[in-house]
């Protein structure tokens, strides 16, 4: 593969797309760690990014489909292949209302908190407990993103995506298999494109829903490392507790691996204190699993994607 990248590479510019070699991945991701991709493009727009596709699968170069990076861990060593970047993708948003509920649809490079805004302004309930998730609408969906009680399987309708033959489909919810941070865009090389939600008018008005809006942005404020570099919620939540207070009761508050730490003010979340390495975060979490084990008895299983 690594001898098809200067041809890949060398096609992309040819057709106009917008590509770099060698992009430290660290730049486009929330824990600002990663070595350099082989191949980084960014395209605009739908067509653009089906020709991307195209152009990987006839170089034989694998793919890595990035939105904000806000749940992700990046290898030392970069990624060898073309990471494809989402969030430069044109905007789409539509709203189409009946009675008090309304499918809202919008492109899948667009962010949790414009999209939030954007269906706050029409009075639409349903997503205020996503406000303040630093991810892409895509990246959501294919975590099955969720805070404070909610999640996105709450209010999804249908997915259009590109499947493993470029071509594109639809699925409604329900054909899906969210599940608790999961999806079945997680098992198939599936590329999401756009997302319909099925909201509902709120009668108090957009007034009521950004109060609820900054009331959950102050929760996370309060209680979340937001000062420093993280990809959120470091492990998913076991059975019938807290990963953060399974990892304080072990005494594990502030451990630290070279410029990985377990948050101070968090301890569900792992930082990057400066300098941190994939393989500082690796030990880490895999030294945090090991405690946590062996003195309560509870698995924790990693909500960060690692990609190597």
């Known amino acids: ?38 191949v980084f493009c960014t395209p605009h727009t739908a067509p653009a990014l089906l020709r991307a596709l195209e152009l990987c699968s006839e170089y034989g170069v694998r793919t890595y489909l990035l939105g904000n990076g806000s749940n992700v861990l990046f290898a030392d060593e970069g990624f060898a292949g073309a990471v494809i970047c989402l969030t430069g993708l044109e905007t789409n948003f539509s709203c189409t209302e009946q009675g008090d509920t309304a499918a809202v649809k919008v492109s899948a490079g667009g962010t949790l908190a ?9 009075g639409l309930t349903g997503l205020e407990f996503a406000y303040g998730i630093p991810g892409t609408v895509g990246g959501a969906v294919y975590m099955n993103a969720g805070a404070y009680g909610g999640e996105i399987k709450d209010v999804l309708a249908e997915v259009a995506f590109l499947d493993e033959n470029r071509r594109l489909c639809r699925l409604p919810a329900a054909e ?14 599936w ?30 404020r309060a209680k979340q490392p937001l000062d420093l ?48 390495t994939c393989a500082d975060v690796l030990r880490l979490t895999d030294e945090v699993r090991r405690i946590v084990l062996e003195k309560t008895g509870h698995t924790l299983e990693r909500e960060i994607r690692v990609v190597q």
Request: aromatic share 6%; charged share 20%; net charge positive.
């Open 176 to 189: 899906l298999a969210l599940g608790y941070r999961t999806s079945v865009f997680e098992k198939k090389p």
């Open 114 to 122: 414009a999209l939030c805004h954007a269906v706050c302004a029409r």
């Open 229 to 276: 570099p993280s990809a959120g919620s470091t492990f998913k939540r076991p059975a019938g507790c807290f990963a953060g207070q399974l990892i304080d009761e072990c005494g594990l508050r502030g451990f630290a691996v070279g410029g990985a730490a377990v948050s101070e003010k968090h301890c569900g979340f792992v930082v990057n204190k400066g300098g941190a």
């Open 191 to 220: 590329c999401i494109v756009e997302a319909t939600f099925t909201l509902r008018r709120d009668p108090e008005g957009p007034e009521a829903i950004r109060a609820r809006m900054e009331d959950f942005m102050a929760r996370r």
């Open 1 to 38: 593969m690594a001898n098809a990248i200067p041809s890949l590479i060398q096609a992309l510019r040819a057709e106009g797309l917008p590509c770099a070699e060698g992009e430290p991945l660290a730049r486009h991701c929330t824990f600002r760690i990663g070595g350099p991709a082989a």
